[in-house]
């Protein structure tokens, strides 16, 4: 961290005498994020003519841009699950004045900023395996978000249709429904999959090859020097010489980045564009590749064709750094199924292809859900539902765009038991009859349900798998990207298409609202789509609790009832037009 920004977040540190801090509050958001949506779409206009000359100089002017700093401050000290996650240094930033003093900083200083090692941390993954992450210093997060601003739309004008992973505007629906759209109906074309995992590809990547894809980008030099910053770990840094740290903003972008051209090595084919399709629908005969992030499927017509598919690609990893993981990569039959992002798919005897809840999927929401019933002991009935609430509901909406209706059922008797075991553990002088009044009772305003876990002192109830419909997904179009500018009215249209599965009076305020915060008139709770993992949905379920429980939902001395805001919307009053610097 340079010694002249830990001065000016240092509460006793003298401010420099042109720099008045107070104005984060002010902002404008809606102006802030609208400037840089415009950039954003230049970029990607210039990018897809193939313009490079353009794309260049637009890419120097985001990287200088105000509107672009401030965003990237927001994000990273408000926005992000893990803001309150500091790297080497130590360092965190949880006011305004310093958010504003780190933007005044940044300004001028951020494409100096000598990058410093990434925190190591593990967390722990299926199998009893361990994930390490690499966590950034707050100031080397909020560049390499400044920077990601400038390459990301480039790469959104390249990148192919069926990339979904870690991309705006698409998510693990939509590869599931590219697979759906592909395998399903009466057709059985592509009957073999192969289903491929890399090892270690974080970890992996060549960087030669990456920093050579990204010949001619301006802050090239600044993503060399973020690779090779090194890796802290017990207070013991060591070099990196291949690889992108997970947890850095911009590594998954440089992932797919380093990925690119996966699609032409396993032998995909497309109409051309000039043939009405716009390059997006795979000719006949050739394989299917779906990729989301390092996991993804080959759907061939035969069991040769996929057996060739991997050779190819076999060469085509070797030079980039990365590999099969032999132990979970395989060339299945239809018939047999395969699992993806939690669902088992298969095609069933009865010539339906289904998608359901994988086995493992079940059981690790099962682990989950007894280990947080059980750590419960003890506790009341409102944290019971405070805990459990965000899990279900995360889950619940992640599956369902699935076959899942049974797997609710089977759960939500699962958690029944798990539960009454809980009230008769907390009373265990008490009766049956007592235990079931006292817990169990039509909380639901809606609902004819008279067996609803609920605290009865508040009247906060528990939320039931079997309550979320089954909503099947729309996959998103082709090369649709939300930094297109002529794709403006699709994106807003696909956003109200989508149901957000909240409680009750949060759904009535949201559509109210128009799903806009009245304070900065900008998407309240998803921009460019909704969470699509089980862990993105519980994150969302829970920050809009403690939006809640921090005032963000209010009510206005107007009269006009209760608002729901973003968090960083709260107990600001309504800002000017522009922050110091926009105009």
Not at 135 to 151: F, K
Not at 180 to 201: E, N, Q, S, Y
Not at 373 to 393: D, E, M, Q, S, Y
Not at 549 to 560: M, Q, S
Request: glycine share 8%; with cysteine; hydrophobic share 40%.
């Amino acid at each position: 961290m340079d010694k002249e920004l830990r001065g000016m977040l240092d509460a006793s540190a003298n401010r420099p005498a042109d720099a008045d801090f107070g104005w984060w509050p002010q902002v404008f958001w809606r102006d802030v994020e609208d400037r840089v949506r415009v950039l954003r779409q230049r970029i990607f206009t210039a990018a897809r003519e193939a313009d490079h000359k353009r794309v260049r100089s637009l890419q120097r002017l985001m990287l200088r841009s105000w509107s672009n700093t401030l965003w990237a401050v927001r994000r990273v000290t408000q926005a992000n699950a893990g803001r309150g996650t500091a790297g080497v240094d130590g360092m965190v930033i949880l006011d305004d004045e310093s958010r504003a003093a780190m933007a005044w900083w940044l300004s001028r200083n951020a494409m100096k900023v000598e990058p410093l090692p990434v925190r190591r941390v593990y967390i722990p993954k299926a199998g009893g395996k361990r994930r390490p992450l690499g966590i950034p210093t707050l100031t080397d997060r909020a560049c390499q978000a400044i920077v990601l601003n400038a390459l990301e739309p480039e790469w959104e004008a390249r990148f192919e249709p069926d990339v979904y992973g870690f991309r705006p505007g698409r998510g693990c629906h939509d590869a599931l429904a590219a697979i759906f759209g592909t395998c399903a109906g009466a057709t059985r074309h592509r009957m073999w999959v192969l289903d491929a995992d890399l090892k270690g590809a974080f970890d992996n990547i060549d960087h030669d090859r990456l920093l050579a894809a990204l010949e001619g980008f301006p802050a090239r030099e600044h993503i060399r020097a973020w690779l090779k910053a090194g890796v802290m770990e017990q207070g013991e840094t060591s070099p990196t010489e291949a690889g992108t740290p997970q947890g850095g903003i911009i590594s998954p972008l440089l992932l797919n980045v380093a990925m690119h051209g996966m699609e032409e090595a396993a032998g995909v084919r497309r109409y051309p564009q000039h043939w009405g399709h716009q390059g997006d629908h795979v000719a006949k005969g050739s394989p299917v590749l779906v990729r989301y992030a390092d996991d993804f499927v080959a759907l061939c017509h035969s069991q040769d064709d996929a057996l060739a598919v991997k050779d190819r690609l076999t060469e085509w990893l070797r030079p980039r750094g990365l590999e099969f993981n032999e132990d979970k990569t395989r060339i299945v039959s239809l018939f047999d199924g395969f699992d993806f992002l939690g669902f088992n798919i298969r095609r069933y005897p009865c010539g339906k292809l289904l998608m359901k809840p994988s086995k493992a999927a079940l059981a690790r929401i099962r682990k989950r859900l007894h280990g947080e019933v059980k750590a419960l002991h003890g506790a009341n009935a409102l944290a019971v539902v405070a805990t459990l609430n965000p899990i279900i509901r995360g889950w619940a909406a992640y599956y369902r765009i699935g076959v899942s209706s049974h797997a609710y059922h089977q759960l939500e008797d699962w958690l029944f038991w798990r539960l009454w075991y809980w009230a008769i553990r907390t009373h265990p002088n008490k009766g049956k009859r007592w235990i079931k009044a006292r817990y169990w009772r039509k909380y639901h305003p809606r609902r004819g349900d008279h067996w609803t876990f609920g605290d009865p002192e508040t009247g906060r109830y528990l939320a039931k798998f079997t309550w979320t419909p089954i909503v099947r997904h729309a996959k998103v179009k082709g090369r649709a990207s939300p930094d297109d500018p002529g794709l403006a009215d699709y994106w807003r249209q696909r956003r109200k298409r989508q149901p957000a599965p909240v409680a009750d009076f949060l759904a009535d305020l949201l559509r109210q609202q128009n799903g806009r915060c009245p304070r900065c008139y900008a998407p309240l709770l998803y921009a460019d789509r909704l969470p699509q993992t089980p862990t993105e949905w519980e994150t969302w379920h829970q920050s809009i609790r403690t939006a809640i429980r921090r005032g963000a939902v209010t009510d206005p001395n107007a009269g006009h009832g209760r608002q729901l805001l973003h968090l960083h919307c709260v107990n600001h009053a309504p800002p000017a037009r522009a922050a110091p610097g926009l105009a």
